[in-house]
């Protein structure tokens, strides 16, 4: 008998006006496990990941949370289920602080919703240096802007380390990163499932997919075309198989 | 919390200290601050130096001063708000001006003045909320949507005014907080202190504050982390309208008449301010310090042109190139300091 998954979605559907952006799909991710979520442009990988993440509802389908069925209504939901959503181009915002991100939308406030500045600089230093082991940032309130791709993904990451999560949603985190970059990312995702912490990778380098993932779901026109486990396939199979559709 | 032990990435030294003259240095308030401090020791210098021709110290002068520039420096922190995050609103001069009539109307009806000025306030945020609801539901750009409420409110002051202009005359204790002084200064300067305060409390040190910042710098980012975008937006577009009205509240019971052409044009000089004092058109950048200070940096250039007896198209001149200067030098910073 299998365990209980993480998350499972149950025969998701989601349409946008004539377009039928996903048809009855079936995705899980497991205990201590990264899975690949691939797929050509438009196949309905991103859809996913919203319905995920709370920013959109399914039309029809159920998710459920340890065996247990949930409601994903909004990004508050699904954070209290522990998933972090980290995307591309929208993980961190680019003109505030490092502490002002990290803590973006779960600020820490004392009476009069005034914000405990000092605790969040603490725990925000501390999280990178002890925790994350990001080593050289010397102030919280460096602006993000001035970081590289690389150093954002790594705060955002350490930013789902710090709140728990159980499950980390990476959309195309490797798309703006150099060749360095994406090798430390990869090796984050090893070491937080060392950790615990499972993740979705969304992606449309096969290379880096197979890297990382323990097993893949292949998206094609909104349906599932297969779900395969690494040990079962080559990069050479995972690479025809979306081609072919 | 989970322990991960990930390889270090070295981020860019930012100095020794959380404060380093770098980074300060980089900080568009810094240059604003800077400005405004030169040109105060200028003026200050050639006052003394000349008492005679450059009157800028005498207690007229100040005076003139103190009571010019919390017109439009309470609008624009509105005003600013709202830049903050993203948007726009160009019915400030139209809500400053029905804020005139609507007190004065409600006071000359009979209501006691406190409900009068309280309702006037409502007014103003409810319209201010009204713009911030069509904008973020139909998903228009505020330039227009606000552009619309400006043509509406300003048709209501005409309808309501019948083109005429109504007094004001409120009872002393009334007029006396609103626009007497204290300790030699101008009551009004005092409000556009108190609230400039106020501001930057909500601003810089709130949640909603954080959460404009978040909203202004990256919609898509701050809904994904959860924030309600829609929400913090028509909260910002009440704060410009509440503070048009309260400008338009004061300067009503100043000058003791509100007339309907009043206001015209303010809503650009109050983005202009805003710009002046370091905050960005597209949002998520900026302080209530620069704010303020824009605003002092405005009247202060307008105040010496008129002390020098320069003819009235030197102003336009002057904050025009200010302000594209501004500008210029605000984004050159940014670009520089961003990868």
Same mark, same amino acid.
């Given at each position: 008998?299998?365990?209980?998954?993480?998350?499972?979605?149950?025969?998701?559907?989601?349409?946008? $006006?004539?377009?039928?952006?996903?048809?009855?799909?079936?995705?899980? !991710?497991?205990?201590?496990?990264?899975?690949?979520?691939?797929?050509?442009?438009?196949?309905?990988?991103? *859809?996913?990941?919203?319905?995920?993440?709370?920013?959109?509802?399914?039309?029809? $389908?159920?998710?459920?949370?340890?065996?247990?069925?949930?409601?994903?209504?909004?990004?508050?939901?699904?954070?209290?289920?522990?998933?972090?959503?980290?995307?591309?181009?929208?993980?961190?915002?680019?003109?505030?602080?490092?502490?002002?991100?990290?803590?973006? $939308?779960?600020?820490?406030?004392?009476?009069?919703?005034?914000?405990? =500045?000092?605790?969040?600089?603490?725990?925000?230093?501390?999280?990178?240096?002890?925790?994350?082991?990001?080593?050289? !940032?010397?102030?919280?309130?460096?602006?993000?802007?001035?970081?590289?791709?690389?150093?954002?993904?790594?705060?955002?990451?350490?930013?789902?380390?710090?709140?728990? *999560?159980?499950?980390?949603?990476?959309?195309?985190? =490797?798309?703006?990163?150099?060749?360095?970059?994406?090798?430390?990312?990869?090796?984050?995702? =090893?070491?937080?499932?060392?950790?615990?912490?499972?993740?979705?990778? !969304?992606?449309?380098?096969?290379?880096?997919?197979?890297?990382?993932?323990?097993?893949?779901?292949?998206?094609?026109? $909104?349906?599932?075309?297969?779900?395969?486990?690494?040990?079962?396939?080559?990069?050479?199979?995972?690479?025809?198989?979306?081609?072919?559709? | 919390?989970?322990?991960?032990?990930?390889?270090?990435?070295?981020?860019?030294?930012? +100095?020794?200290?959380?404060?380093?003259?770098?980074? #300060?240095?980089?900080? &568009? #308030?810094?240059?604003?601050?800077?400005l405004f401090v030169v040109l105060q020791a200028i003026c200050i210098i050639g006052a003394l130096a000349f008492p005679a021709d450059f009157r800028y110290l005498t207690p007229t002068n100040v005076g003139l001063l103190f009571r010019a520039i919390p017109m439009l420096g309470?609008?624009?922190?509105?005003?600013? %708000?709202? %830049? #903050?995050?993203?948007?726009?609103?160009?019915?400030?001069?139209?809500?400053?001006?029905?804020?005139?009539?609507?007190?004065?109307? @409600?006071?000359?009806?009979? %209501?006691?003045?406190?409900?009068?000025?309280? +309702?006037?306030?409502?007014?103003?945020?409810? #319209?201010?909320?009204?713009?911030? /609801?069509?904008?973020?539901?139909?998903?228009?750009?505020?330039? /227009?949507?606000?552009?619309?409420? %400006?043509?509406?409110?300003?048709?209501?002051?005409?309808?309501?005014?019948?083109?005429?202009?109504?007094?004001?005359?409120?009872?002393?204790?009334?007029?006396?907080?609103?626009?007497?002084?204290?300790?030699?200064?101008e009551? &009004?300067f005092?409000?556009?202190?108190?609230?400039?305060?106020?501001?930057?409390? /909500?601003?810089?040190?709130?949640?909603?504050?954080?959460?404009?910042?978040?909203?202004?710098?990256?919609?898509?980012?701050? @809904?994904?982390?959860?924030?309600?975008?829609?929400?913090?937006?028509?909260?910002?577009?009440?704060?410009?309208?509440?503070?048009?009205? /309260?400008?338009?509240?004061?300067?009503?019971?100043r000058v003791?008449?509100?007339?309907?052409?009043q206001?015209v044009g303010l809503?650009l000089k109050?983005?202009a301010i805003?710009?002046i004092?370091? @905050?960005?058109?597209?949002?998520?950048?900026?302080?209530?310090?620069?704010?303020?200070l824009g605003a002092c940096l405005m009247y202060l250039v307008e105040d010496v042109l008129l002390l020098l007896r320069a003819p009235g198209f030197y102003l336009d001149v002057f904050v025009g190139a200010i302000l594209v200067i501004?500008?210029?030098?605000?984004?050159?910073?940014?670009?520089?300091?961003?990868?």
């Amino acid at each position: 008998m299998p365990e209980t998954p993480l998350l499972e979605l149950r025969n998701i559907s989601k349409q946008y $006006g004539h377009v039928q952006a996903l048809t009855g799909v079936d995705f899980m !991710i497991g205990r201590n496990e990264v899975v690949g979520l691939l797929g050509d442009n438009g196949a309905g990988k991103s *859809t996913l990941v919203r319905i995920m993440s709370g920013i959109e509802r399914s039309d029809s $389908g159920s998710i459920w949370r340890d065996g247990r069925e949930v409601k994903i209504r909004s990004r508050k939901d699904s954070e209290r289920l522990g998933i972090e959503t980290i995307y591309q181009d929208s993980a961190l915002v680019g003109s505030a602080s490092i502490m002002r991100n990290f803590f973006a $939308g779960r600020e820490v406030t004392k009476a009069f919703g005034i914000l405990d =500045t000092k605790h969040m600089n603490d725990v925000v230093m501390d999280v990178l240096l002890n925790a994350v082991r990001i080593s050289g !940032i010397n102030a919280p309130d460096i602006l993000v802007e001035e970081l590289s791709g690389g150093q954002r993904q790594a705060v955002a990451i350490a930013r789902a380390v710090y709140f728990k *999560t159980a499950m980390l949603v990476l959309d195309e985190p =490797t798309s703006a990163l150099s060749v360095r970059e994406t090798d430390k990312l990869l090796s984050h995702l =090893t070491e937080l499932k060392r950790d615990g912490v499972s993740a979705v990778f !969304i992606t449309h380098n096969l290379y880096h997919a197979y890297e990382s993932c323990d097993r893949f779901t292949i998206l094609s026109h $909104g349906k599932v075309i297969q779900t395969v486990a690494k040990a079962d396939t080559t990069l050479r199979e995972l690479n025809e198989i979306i081609v072919r559709h | 919390m989970t322990k991960a032990v990930l390889e270090p990435i070295v981020l860019p030294a930012a +100095g020794k200290s959380r404060f380093s003259w770098r980074r #300060i240095r980089r900080e &568009p #308030i810094t240059n604003i601050f800077i400005l405004f401090v030169v040109l105060q020791a200028i003026c200050i210098i050639g006052a003394l130096a000349f008492p005679a021709d450059f009157r800028y110290l005498t207690p007229t002068n100040v005076g003139l001063l103190f009571r010019a520039i919390p017109m439009l420096g309470i609008i624009s922190l509105g005003v600013g %708000m709202l %830049m #903050i995050t993203g948007e726009f609103d160009l019915s400030v001069g139209s809500v400053y001006t029905l804020a005139g009539y609507s007190i004065a109307l @409600l006071y000359g009806a009979g %209501m006691p003045v406190w409900v009068a000025l309280l +309702g006037t306030m409502v007014i103003g945020a409810a #319209i201010g909320a009204a713009n911030g /609801i069509i904008t973020v539901r139909a998903g228009i750009p505020s330039f /227009i949507a606000t552009m619309g409420s %400006m043509l509406v409110v300003r048709g209501l002051v005409r309808w309501l005014s019948e083109g005429r202009s109504v007094t004001f005359h409120p009872d002393e204790t009334f007029t006396d907080l609103v626009t007497g002084s204290f300790a030699g200064i101008e009551a &009004p300067f005092l409000w556009f202190v108190l609230l400039t305060i106020i501001v930057a409390v /909500i601003v810089h040190r709130t949640k909603l504050g954080n959460h404009m910042y978040l909203v202004g710098g990256n919609e898509k980012t701050a @809904l994904a982390v959860g924030i309600n975008t829609r929400l913090v937006k028509i909260i910002a577009f009440s704060f410009s309208g509440l503070g048009a009205s /309260i400008a338009g509240i004061i300067s009503t019971t100043r000058v003791s008449t509100v007339t309907p052409a009043q206001g015209v044009g303010l809503e650009l000089k109050a983005v202009a301010i805003c710009v002046i004092g370091g @905050l960005f058109l597209s949002g998520g950048r900026g302080t209530v310090l620069g704010i303020f200070l824009g605003a002092c940096l405005m009247y202060l250039v307008e105040d010496v042109l008129l002390l020098l007896r320069a003819p009235g198209f030197y102003l336009d001149v002057f904050v025009g190139a200010i302000l594209v200067i501004a500008v210029v030098v605000n984004t050159w910073l940014t670009k520089k300091s961003s990868r």
